[in-house]
């Protein structure tokens, strides 16, 4: 099922919110319990933090692939999950001393590795920060023996902190017809390239509310905004879809 996933930092939500999530794993890795979802969602890996806080992955493939199984086990309604990939933004570089090359290399490595442990569940992430730097990722998952046209969901990184759409667009146009997946892309860049993404998930409203100082009247919370408020995120949601060409978005590809 193609989506829009809201993203929080909440793990709680998946228990009360109804709209499709976006959770990191290093945050249901922080709980003793896990809720039990009332929604679909797909569960981020937290490969930034890993990449900027280690400079690499602390976690091994097989310990990876180990709560992957437990939270789709005790959660339930996970759509997919992100492999433990290598993103390539120059703090990402700096962070590991290692090439964008590099960084393909062992993102394709570590899905070929899960997916042995996870079947389907997981899904490949093409990694890169030139567009060509996609193209050539793309070829080595087919040189590998993976044909991204044929999977369900190809995840597309390194965008996310992007701050022009015509750069996003470009990645997702050289992709197409890939049935890709946005990290964390912005709203105005979705609803201009909604016709080259399949799914995508933004947790931009956090911002939103922070900087806008937005407090709806119904909200009793703690907090001078709504920066953490799920009735506001859900309204963003809202307002970001009515935008979108809802289904070219979901059908592209």
Not at 222 to 238: I, K, L, N, V
């Amino acid at each position: 099922m193609d989506e829009f996933y809201l993203g929080t930092d909440a793990p709680n939500w998946l228990a009360t919110v109804p709209a499709p999530l976006f959770v990191s794993r290093r945050r249901l890795a922080r709980r003793k319990s896990q809720p039990v979802a009332v929604t679909n969602w797909a569960l981020d890996s937290g490969g930034f933090t890993e990449i900027h806080k280690y400079g690499g992955w602390a976690l091994s493939a097989d310990e990876y692939a180990a709560e992957v199984d437990r939270y789709a086990a005790e959660v339930g309604g996970m759509d997919w999950c992100a492999p433990q990939d290598w993103m390539c933004e120059s703090s990402a570089l700096a962070a590991t001393g290692l090439t964008v090359a590099e960084h393909q290399k062992r993102t394709t490595r570590n899905f070929l590795e899960l997916r042995q442990l996870l079947g389907a569940l997981v899904i490949p992430v093409v990694q890169g920060w030139s567009t060509d730097d996609y193209r050539r990722h793309r070829d080595a998952y087919e040189a590998a023996g993976v044909d991204l046209e044929e999977e369900y969901r190809v995840g597309v990184g390194s965008i996310c902190r992007r701050n022009a759409d015509a750069d996003i667009g470009e990645v997702l146009v050289a992709l197409y017809p890939l049935r890709v997946h946005a990290f964390g892309v912005k709203g105005s860049a979705l609803v201009r390239y909604q016709d080259y993404t399949a799914s995508a998930d933004s947790m931009a409203w956090s911002a939103t509310a922070r900087m806008s100082r937005v407090k709806l009247s119904a909200c009793t919370h703690r907090g001078s905004t709504c920066a953490h408020c799920p009735r506001y995120a859900q309204q963003w949601r809202d307002r970001l879809l009515r935008q979108v060409d809802q289904p070219r978005l979901f059908d592209a590809g």
